[in-house]
């Protein structure tokens, strides 16, 4: 990571990247510490986003369940810190991690994306460091990246905002959509890809998903970080990696969320 903090118009930011995980899941559960090329595939999302320019800490947002207590100890044998926050709130998981460790800028990274790519995250985060008036930065609003390399960043006001005004399950559950869903009240930014890459795969919610990221690993991992442009690579010399893990919906757990929310309670944004 770089020395000192970013900087806009000499006003140092200090830029966070937190990690939600945990072991639940719906879809493939224990999938955050699934091996990939000897490694828990956490272990892999941390290595990643460490190696952003842009990121000057690292810090893992899971809960105190007890099922979780391995996520713990693995952040911390990565030399990263953790916080312990809501199973289902995970906006207020994000909003307390945030302030406890003073973050100015936060990178939303999600622990079932092997291949998060530093260059991608510095892209991102660099469109909102350059622009003081700008809330919110992503390459999601209009996707144009594989799945699996996507990443938003936001300002700890615009977080703290959501988090106090949010009350839909969706938007507690998946931090960002209040912000997103609000460009008359938010100052928002989209970065797109040079080509559409945005029918590709590369995120972990299935069994079939665990396959692809292994066998890319196996090709590419050499025990340093390799890139979205090297992945390409290999897909264009041996194409039928990417029927493995073909035809899934893209983002299918918010829209599963947004079906749950329709037949429960809102949740109560916090307000102290």
Not at 157 to 185: C, K
Request: aromatic content about 8%; hydrophobic content about 40%.
């Amino acid at each position: 990571m770089p020395q000192g903090y970013p900087s806009v118009n000499g006003m140092h930011r200090l830029v966070v990247a937190i990690i939600q995980a945990r072991m639940g899941s719906t879809r493939l559960p224990g999938k955050t510490l699934a091996n990939i090329a000897g490694k828990p595939l956490l272990a892999h999302v941390i290595e990643r986003s460490l190696a952003s320019r842009v990121v000057q800490r690292v810090l893992v947002a899971t809960t105190s369940e007890l099922a979780d207590e391995p996520i713990v100890s693995l952040a911390h044998e990565c030399g990263v810190s953790t916080y312990l926050g809501s199973v289902e709130d995970v906006l207020d998981r994000y909003y307390q991690a945030a302030r406890m460790v003073g973050a100015d800028i936060i990178v939303r990274v999600t622990a079932d994306d092997p291949f998060k790519d530093p260059v991608v995250i510095d892209e991102v985060a660099g469109r909102l460091l350059v622009d003081p008036l700008l809330d919110y930065a992503s390459n999601t609003l209009e996707p144009s990246y594989p799945e699996g390399l996507d990443i938003e960043v936001f300002t700890f006001s615009a977080l703290e905002r959501a988090w106090r005004e949010a009350s839909l399950l969706s938007d507690r559950e998946h931090v960002t959509p209040y912000i997103w869903r609000s460009p008359q009240s938010f100052r928002l930014a989209n970065v797109r890809c040079s080509t559409d890459l945005s029918a590709l795969r590369w995120t972990v919610d299935y069994e079939q998903d665990l396959r692809f990221a292994r066998e890319i690993y196996a090709r590419l991992y050499r025990g340093h970080v390799f890139l979205m442009d090297e992945i390409l690579t290999l897909l264009d010399s041996e194409p039928w990696l990417t029927e493995i893990n073909g035809g899934f919906e893209r983002n299918a757990g918010y829209f599963a969320s947004l079906e749950k929310q329709r037949s429960e309670q809102p949740i109560t944004p916090a307000q102290g």
